[in-house]
Every structure is written in C-alpha cells, then in structure tokens.
C-alpha cells in the first residue's frame, strides 16, 4: 500500500541455486538482499536485531510479527496499526481484485 516501508523481513537463508540474472533483478537483490544479515540467537532462543536493523524499522517496546508465507515481518506496534488502517480504508474504497479474492493459506 503505497509507503511500506519501516519493517523488517526475517526467511531462511536462500538455498544455492544459479539463475541467469537481470538487470532489474539485480536492484531488487541488491535492495532487499544487500541489507540482509544473520541473526543470532540468544541463550533462550530470542533473534538479537542489530540496532541498525531496530534504528531503521523504528522498532520500539512492543512489535508485532506478520507471518507472511515462507517469511514473516517485524514491525513497530503502532506502525503495524497505521499499516492495517490504511488497508482498511483502502479496501472500503476499492473493489477486491480476483487475484487476491482467492487467495487462502
């Protein structure tokens, strides 16, 4: 929706796979792909995000995990609320394409 930026997107590691690459895919790996660390855990099992990562996402006390398929994302609380009122409003306003009306998990 628009500006959708400020969150963090955790996957697993990209298996090896060699692809014939593209000039637009290359921007899009070096935008997403090119910030992309490992994260370690602590002793209880808990990611530790660099505060680069926090400092970017605008990460505060409380965040809320959005588990989006082979991914999930990491928001701030209140950036997560605005977020979900934007897509309301914006679905009150335009008609759901089919493409999304079927999707299911």
């Not at 990562?53 to 588990?67: E, F, T």
Request: net charge neutral; charged share 30%; glycine share 6%.
């Amino acid at each position: 929706v628009g500006d959708c930026e400020g969150f963090l997107m955790i996957r697993r590691p990209p298996r090896s796979t060699r692809k014939e690459s593209s000039a637009a895919s290359d921007v899009y790996k070096r935008q997403l792909i090119g910030h992309a660390i490992d994260c370690e855990l602590d002793k209880i099992g808990r990611i530790l995000i660099p505060s680069s990562h926090k400092n970017y996402a605008n990460l505060n006390d409380k965040v809320i995990l959005s588990g989006q398929g082979k991914s999930f994302e990491i928001w701030d609380e209140r950036a997560w609320k605005d977020q979900i009122e934007k897509l309301e409003r914006l679905s009150n306003q335009t008609e759901v394409p089919q493409e999304i009306a079927k999707l299911s998990l």
